[in-house]
């Protein structure tokens, strides 16, 4: 008789925890021929909090961290999913992806956290810089992370779209809240356990899994959430900028109904990280 | 009230004799010393737009005045929506056919020039400004006009140097841009917004304020006269609709504007589902930190720079006062002193520290917040000295007893009110500090400079000054964390929220 395989229960990656949703409700994932294949946390706005708190306890040492260290520990993300590709590329199959494209979208996701960890160290000399001004001080801007950026990834790509919507948040020193794609959410799940791995302190990046019109409202006007970067309709941009005017927030949103290729050089920026720091410029005395 | 005398002189311990005190004000009245520049105003002022001076559509104008003696200077048309539609539809003509095309040694050729006419009509244009707004002449005169012509200057090199501005890519002007400007600071304001959108390359749709719009209106001459294309800067003059008219328009490919956190959001939610570009610069609720190692005289001379500079009607002011307990009781009898020589009255006397309020419905509403903190249980302390018969004036005011739930340490006044709380340790004056939803500015009185970097990298906030107070610069790039706002002005970082990555 042959083996039962044991399957997986999808549980999503909070404050470097696993956790299922505190509301306990799931829903149904079916695979491209429409088996079933998993129950997975349908998270709620509870839910939502719960990781903004985590990611808020997160937030002051991921800042302080070195951005070395911050380079280093992003270029270990990439070791660890570059050692798993064949179960990521597996996870993207679930959502109907094709062998080939999941493999060649699982490397570009290694390529794109490759890409920002080398930015760890270096944004802040591009970016920043000393000002001449007419008076006696040493003026000069540097950056600063914003605090917690609400994350909301596309459906397509939804290993590349979100790791490319995460990575340069988290790169300056960010935390994050990201809702994983509806449609495939099970790429999220594994990436959380790679995320554990990954000497990335709990609580940087926190998964979410479940429905947009549940969770983007709350994206929207969670005060905490000092930033919202999303891949959303024209209803959800609306209600998102709505959500951001309450307490003034940041929204760097892009457009679901137009085409984007996640794959191309164009994904990746140095203006992708500066959309998610304040600049800073303080006026220090020169005198005796 | 307190008395109008001083407190009878303590005698000196050795001699008797009165122990000297540099106090003169309440012991002979100063001679008046009026700045006496013609301000070369007209009796009315039509709307700019298209390089021309036009009467609003509705042909409707309304009264704008001295704060300082409440009497009408001029009367400004009064732009309805169709008056700034006007205004957008010759911007997007001047966009797409002369400015957004020009070469970028051309455009600076132009700032270049407004920058120099502006200094050649400085204090013209400094005695206009205090008329229209109330502020001493010494700030116009020394502040607010000559960095306007600074910001043009500083700006204009930037027009052929764009490449520069954001390393890897290439920029490129948004289009036509809508700015909504302050009393606060006219003229300064509006060569903050003009001079890095024009130097990208965009035209402008602005509207002053309701109350100071006749800089703006003089600046229009400048424009003319430096052969400025038609319809690269339009002016609208008008109160709240017609700003909302100038934020809303469809052809505003972003708007800018710097006001009140109440209204940025009005503005923000106005907008939401458009694509247009936004920059907010709002208000703030800044902390000055004194601690024990500063030096006194220096620091308390900020402070009163920092809350009374513009009467206290600056976003960035040092509205909470934040002391080192050791200190504390030394601080306060300082400033205490130090407000009973500040001299608060006729704006265009060159002696006047303190001008007049901008507009009654502000002086009622710091009246207002400064009863709610006496009520909350915050003691009063005003400087003694007389106040102009006519004209919206107010004292100088300490609020001491100030805990961090009082409406006078959380809301801002914008007026010539300084909040005064304590505090024992660094880590406690960073997170009374930053216990705010504000994040405009900072300032840290120290010797220490280890200390100084410190606190600026844990305070929350845009600009951080450290052994100094209310200083700027178009090199330095201005603006606010949280709800003082998003997107810098000047400097590098600023230019580039005026253009578009290609």
Redesign the interface.
């Known amino acids: 008789m042959p083996r039962l395989p044991i399957t997986k229960t999808p549980k999503v990656y909070v404050g470097g925890a696993f956790i299922r949703s505190e509301s306990a409700r799931t829903f149904p994932l079916r695979d491209a021929r429409g088996a079933f294949y998993a129950n997975i946390p349908q998270c709620t706005r509870k839910d939502l909090r719960n990781a903004v708190e985590a990611a808020a306890k997160a937030g002051p040492g991921w800042a302080r961290r070195t951005a070395y260290n911050r380079g280093q520990i992003l270029y270990r993300l990439a070791e660890m999913l570059e050692a798993r590709r064949a179960e990521m590329a597996e996870a993207l199959g679930v959502g109907g992806i094709g062998r080939a494209a999941a493999v060649r979208e699982v490397s570009a996701a290694v390529d794109r956290l490759i890409y920002y960890a080398g930015w760890a160290d270096k944004y802040e000399q591009v970016l920043g810089n000393v000002n001449p001004v007419a008076a006696p001080f040493f003026n000069f801007t540097v950056t600063e992370p914003m605090g917690i950026v609400g994350i909301v990834a596309p459906d397509p790509a939804p290993l590349l779209g979100l790791i490319s919507l995460v990575a340069p948040v988290i790169t300056s020193g960010n935390t994050t809240v990201a809702l994983a794609s509806e449609k495939a959410p099970y790429p999220a799940i594994v990436l959380g356990e790679m995320l554990a791995t990954s000497d990335l302190p709990g609580g940087v990046v926190n998964l979410l899994t479940g429905f947009r019109k549940e969770l983007v409202p709350t994206f929207a006007t969670h005060t905490h959430l000092r930033a919202v970067s999303a891949v959303a309709s024209a209803d959800e941009r609306k209600a998102i900028q709505l959500g951001a005017a309450d307490s003034v927030k940041r929204t760097r949103l892009l457009k679901a109904e137009e085409r984007i290729d996640w794959f191309s050089a164009d994904a990746q920026h140095l203006y992708a990280i500066r959309d998610f720091v304040e600049f800073k410029t303080t006026w220090h005395p020169i005198g005796s | 009230m307190p008395p109008l005398a001083s407190p009878p002189p303590k005698s000196s311990p050795r001699s008797g004799r009165p122990r000297p005190e540099l106090i003169f004000g309440d012991l002979w009245p100063y001679d008046p010393a009026p700045e006496t520049a013609d301000p070369k105003l007209k009796p009315r002022y039509d709307l700019f737009i298209d390089g021309k001076f036009v009467p609003a559509r509705g042909g409707k104008y309304f009264d704008t005045i001295n704060p300082a003696t409440e009497k009408k200077l001029a009367e400004v048309a009064l732009a309805g929506p169709a008056d700034v539609d006007a205004a957008y539809q010759a911007a997007r003509r001047a966009a797409d056919g002369v400015w957004g095309r020009m070469a970028g040694r051309e455009r600076a050729k132009y700032l270049f020039r407004i920058a120099r006419l502006l200094q050649d009509r400085a204090r013209e244009f400094a005695v206009a400004e205090t008329l229209n707004g109330g502020k001493p002449i010494k700030e116009s005169r020394d502040f607010d006009v000559p960095m306007a012509a600074?910001h043009f200057f500083y700006h204009a090199g930037w027009a052929d140097k764009l490449e520069y501005v954001?390393?890897?890519?290439r920029v490129a002007p948004l289009g036509v841009v809508g700015q909504v400007i302050p009393w606060n600071f006219p003229l300064l304001m509006l060569a903050w917004k003009i001079a890095p959108a024009l130097a990208m390359g965009n035209t402008v749709v602005l509207k002053p304020a309701e109350t100071t719009p006749i800089t703006a209106l003089k600046l229009a001459e400048i424009f003319q006269d430096a052969g400025l294309p038609p319809g690269v800067v339009n002016l609208v003059t008008g109160a709240g609709a017609t700003g909302a008219a100038v934020m809303a328009h469809p052809i505003a490919a972003k708007v800018a504007f710097t006001g009140s956190?109440e209204v940025?959001?009005?503005i923000?939610?106005s907008?939401?589902?458009t694509d247009k570009k936004m920059t907010?610069e709002?208000g703030g609720k800044a902390a000055n930190i004194i601690f024990d190692d500063a030096p006194i005289n220096q620091a308390v001379e900020g402070v009163v720079n920092g809350i009374f500079f513009n009467q206290g009607h600056v976003c960035c002011a040092g509205s909470r006062l934040l002391v080192h307990e050791p200190v504390a009781e030394a601080v306060i009898a300082k400033l205490k002193q130090r407000l009973r020589v500040l001299r608060v009255g006729d704006p265009l006397d060159k002696n006047t520290d303190v001008g007049a309020i901008n507009s009654r419905e502000q002086l009622n509403k710091i009246r207002h917040l400064v009863d709610v903190g006496v009520k909350e249980g915050a003691e009063l302390y005003q400087a003694p000295c007389p106040l102009p018969a006519r004209g919206f004036f107010f004292r100088p005011t300490l609020l001491t007893g100030v805990t961090q739930s009082h409406r006078v340490a959380r809301e801002e006044i914008f007026g010539p009110v300084l909040s005064i709380l304590t505090f024992r340790t660094v880590d406690e004056a960073v997170e009374k500090a930053n216990n705010t939803?504000f994040g405009l500015s900072a300032g840290v009185w120290t010797d220490k400079?280890s200390r100084?970097?410190k606190m600026?990298t844990e305070l929350k906030?845009?600009?951080?000054?450290?052994?100094?107070f209310n200083?700027f610069?178009p090199?330095?790039?201005?603006?606010g964390?949280?709800?003082?706002?998003?997107g810098?002005e000047g400097?590098?970082?600023g230019i580039l929220d005026y253009a578009k990555?290609v």
């Not at chain 2, 954001?166 to 890519?169: E, H, M």
């Not at chain 2, 090199?475 to 603006?479: E, I, K, L, R």
Request: charged share 20%; aromatic share 8%.
């Open positions: 600074a954001a390393p890897g890519r956190t940025g959001k009005i923000m939610r907008l939401a589902g907010m709002l939803a400079g100084i970097l600026s906030a845009g600009v951080v000054w450290a052994n100094t200083k610069d090199a330095s790039p201005f603006g964390y949280k709800e003082s706002g998003f810098r400097g590098r970082q990555l």
